[in-house]
């Protein structure tokens, strides 16, 4: 698959992955911060922003698209920042083509499988929000603010309604507004997004210590918890975790300045 991807700076090639409902939008104020430094590039992911749609959502098909991405690129290493679900696709990719990795970063989620918080995961929000992403109509929608009146029916946090009218978009043939994420797919391979990547699927490499490895955790953020540890060091037994004290599960947007810092302990 040919993902579309934005490009930034010089230097020794670093490759951000966004999370559910990101886009390469998201990372660039960071990217062009990283971008002193390195040639950045900051992707879509299958399914989300400018990336084609697919039929299937799977953490293979997203690691494939990675080395895709890589070979097409020119890639041979590089260091690989993801972001929730990105950071999943980068633990997988990473465990897969070790010698392709300088560095694994990643930010607000461990190698765990959250469906086992059942009603504590956040799998029942995210199905809120997929079903009702499916459930707008599009015909009847004058403006973002419309989207936003109809999302607020169906989700309370404002936060979360914002950062999701960032995919609304109007379609230069129709002149129709509609979502830049295929909700409909992403609530059919749901489970795996939020239960995929955890330490079943990496048992036969452990431990992992092929390249540095560094966990960014927003610590007003339930995704890393503090007993996540003993798993992310039984897995990465030499991986730093940085806190940023006044974060949440967005911590590259809501803290960016200690987000870059922590970045840059291994960057």
């Given at each position: 698959?040919?993902?579309?991807?934005?490009?930034?700076?010089?230097?020794s090639p670093l490759v951000v992955v966004h999370g559910l409902y990101g886009s390469s939008d998201n990372w660039?104020?960071?990217?062009?911060?990283?971008?002193?430094?390195?040639?950045?590039?900051?992707?879509?992911?299958?399914?989300?922003?400018r990336s084609p749609f697919a039929e299937t959502h799977t953490y293979d098909d997203?690691?494939?698209?990675?080395?895709?991405?890589f070979i097409k690129h020119n890639i041979e290493k590089a260091t690989l920042l993801g972001?929730?679900?990105?950071?999943?696709?980068a633990m997988w990719f990473a465990a897969d083509f070790p010698e392709r990795i300088e560095k694994l970063v990643i930010a607000d989620i461990a190698p765990k499988d959250y469906l086992q918080l059942k009603d504590e995961s956040q799998f029942?929000?995210?199905?809120?929000?997929?079903?009702?992403?499916?459930?707008?109509?599009?015909?009847?929608?004058?403006?973002?603010?419309?989207?936003?009146?109809?999302?607020a029916e169906k989700i309370d946090?404002?936060?979360?309604?914002?950062?999701?009218?960032?995919?609304?978009?109007?379609?230069?043939?129709?002149?129709?507004?509609?979502?830049?994420?295929?909700?409909?797919?992403?609530?059919?391979?749901?489970e795996e997004i939020v239960g995929g990547v955890n330490k079943s699927w990496l048992d036969d490499r452990l431990p992992i210590t092929a390249y540095p490895v560094i966990f960014i955790r927003g610590l007003l953020s339930k995704y890393i918890q503090d007993e996540d540890k003993d798993l992310i060091k039984e897995i990465y037994p030499d991986a730093n975790i940085v806190d940023i004290p006044n974060a949440g599960h967005w911590?590259?947007?809501?803290?960016?300045?200690?987000?870059m810092k922590?970045?840059?302990l291994c960057c």
């Amino acid at each position: 698959m040919e993902l579309f991807y934005r490009k930034e700076g010089s230097g020794s090639p670093l490759v951000v992955v966004h999370g559910l409902y990101g886009s390469s939008d998201n990372w660039l104020n960071i990217g062009k911060r990283l971008a002193e430094k390195h040639t950045v590039y900051m992707i879509d992911q299958r399914n989300h922003g400018r990336s084609p749609f697919a039929e299937t959502h799977t953490y293979d098909d997203m690691r494939d698209d990675l080395e895709e991405f890589f070979i097409k690129h020119n890639i041979e290493k590089a260091t690989l920042l993801g972001h929730s679900m990105g950071g999943k696709v980068a633990m997988w990719f990473a465990a897969d083509f070790p010698e392709r990795i300088e560095k694994l970063v990643i930010a607000d989620i461990a190698p765990k499988d959250y469906l086992q918080l059942k009603d504590e995961s956040q799998f029942y929000l995210h199905r809120n929000i997929l079903l009702a992403m499916q459930e707008i109509d599009f015909s009847q929608v004058k403006s973002r603010n419309d989207v936003d009146d109809f999302m607020a029916e169906k989700i309370d946090d404002a936060r979360i309604r914002q950062f999701l009218l960032k995919n609304v978009e109007k379609n230069k043939t129709s002149k129709r507004y509609q979502w830049r994420v295929n909700a409909e797919v992403l609530y059919d391979y749901l489970e795996e997004i939020v239960g995929g990547v955890n330490k079943s699927w990496l048992d036969d490499r452990l431990p992992i210590t092929a390249y540095p490895v560094i966990f960014i955790r927003g610590l007003l953020s339930k995704y890393i918890q503090d007993e996540d540890k003993d798993l992310i060091k039984e897995i990465y037994p030499d991986a730093n975790i940085v806190d940023i004290p006044n974060a949440g599960h967005w911590l590259h947007a809501e803290s960016p300045k200690e987000f870059m810092k922590a970045v840059m302990l291994c960057c």
